[in-house]
């Protein structure tokens, strides 16, 4: 039997993106001390690659297809095929930020002001050129870890650190001066592996589902009991993706309505449903949108 061989994240989006192929419909499973986890899918073999070499594996055909950050396919330059944005990160749907971090007293205050400095980061290449290309001649150097606590100590002037929210730096004393890339999980293939037309539908399978797992998260359905008479007063309170589905009831004078809508307006939505007249509202979550 065929098979695709699909790098997995190892690391801080590991577990995100296990939770995210389960919701897509595949069960993977790791196993301690084994960097291959098993796939309820016989024609897909999986493999743990930490999200900083992923491209390259991709790249030279190691890996036909891999999961791993926009950062760590700008810092490799490796050549792969982007087939989609898949927007999670380690822990929310929200693009991590690499941004320039200093001391609260550091005098740097914009990015110019990092010429003749240190900076210390993991995103050696992208730094580096992100700066040559605004003129800026600083000193960049690798970071194996406690990136932040360098600065702090005043081993270096400023770090080029990764964040969601930021509460950690600031927790730490640090200031963030600027953002400098914001980055998402990506869906990549080898040129190769594009080649053969079973290995591209099965990326773009892979492709579809978790689009379409990462569109439902946040939506939810609602449904719902509507007087005929009341109609005209509650379909105009629901936004839906094209228009709400509505049918009759056995009885004739009441109406089944369904549709889908954003979870942050529920809260709001629901006490406006009742006040316009319906009733038996149920809310249920969504796997997939497709």
Same mark, same amino acid.
């Given at each position: ?35 291959? *986890?098993?796939?309820?899918? *016989? ?18 055909? =190691? ?61 050696? #290449? ?39 929210? #930021?509460?950690? =730096? ?118 997939? =949108?497709?």
């Amino acid at each position: 039997m065929r098979q695709l061989k699909l790098g997995i994240p190892k690391g801080s989006l590991e577990n995100s993106t296990l939770a995210l192929f389960g919701q897509a419909g595949w069960t993977i499973s790791p196993h301690s001390r084994n960097y291959f *986890p098993t796939i309820d899918d *016989p024609e897909i073999r999986c493999a743990l690659v930490r999200s900083q070499e992923m491209a390259r594996y991709v790249a030279n055909g =190691i890996l036909d297809a891999g999961l791993t950050g926009l950062d760590w396919i700008l810092e490799s330059e490796a050549d792969v095929v982007e087939i989609g944005e898949l927007s999670y990160s380690k822990s929310s749907d929200q693009p991590a930020r690499w941004v320039l971090i200093v001391r609260e007293d550091s005098p740097i205050r914009c990015l110019e002001d990092l010429a003749g400095k240190r900076i210390a980061t993991e995103l050696v #290449g992208f730094t580096r050129r992100y700066l040559a290309e605004r003129g800026i001649d600083a000193s960049v150097e690798f970071s194996w870890g406690a990136t932040e606590a360098k600065v702090v100590e005043g081993l270096v002037d400023a770090a080029i650190e990764i964040t969601e929210t #930021g509460s950690t =730096i600031r927790a730490h004393g640090l200031r963030i001066v600027c953002d400098l890339l914001h980055t998402t999980t990506r869906l990549i293939a080898s040129r190769t592996a594009l080649t053969d037309p079973w290995k591209q539908t099965k990326i773009e399978q892979i492709a579809l589902l978790t689009r379409a797992a990462l569109a439902a998260r946040n939506k939810v359905a609602l449904k719902m009991n509507v007087p005929a008479a009341h109609i005209d007063a509650v379909v105009p309170l629901l936004p839906s993706l094209h228009a709400p589905t509505v049918s009759h009831l056995y009885d004739r004078d009441w109406l089944a309505v369904e549709t889908v809508v954003d979870r942050q307006q529920v809260r709001d939505l629901i006490p406006r449903l009742t006040a316009a007249g319906a009733q038996g509202i149920l809310e249920y979550e969504l796997k997939k =949108i497709v």
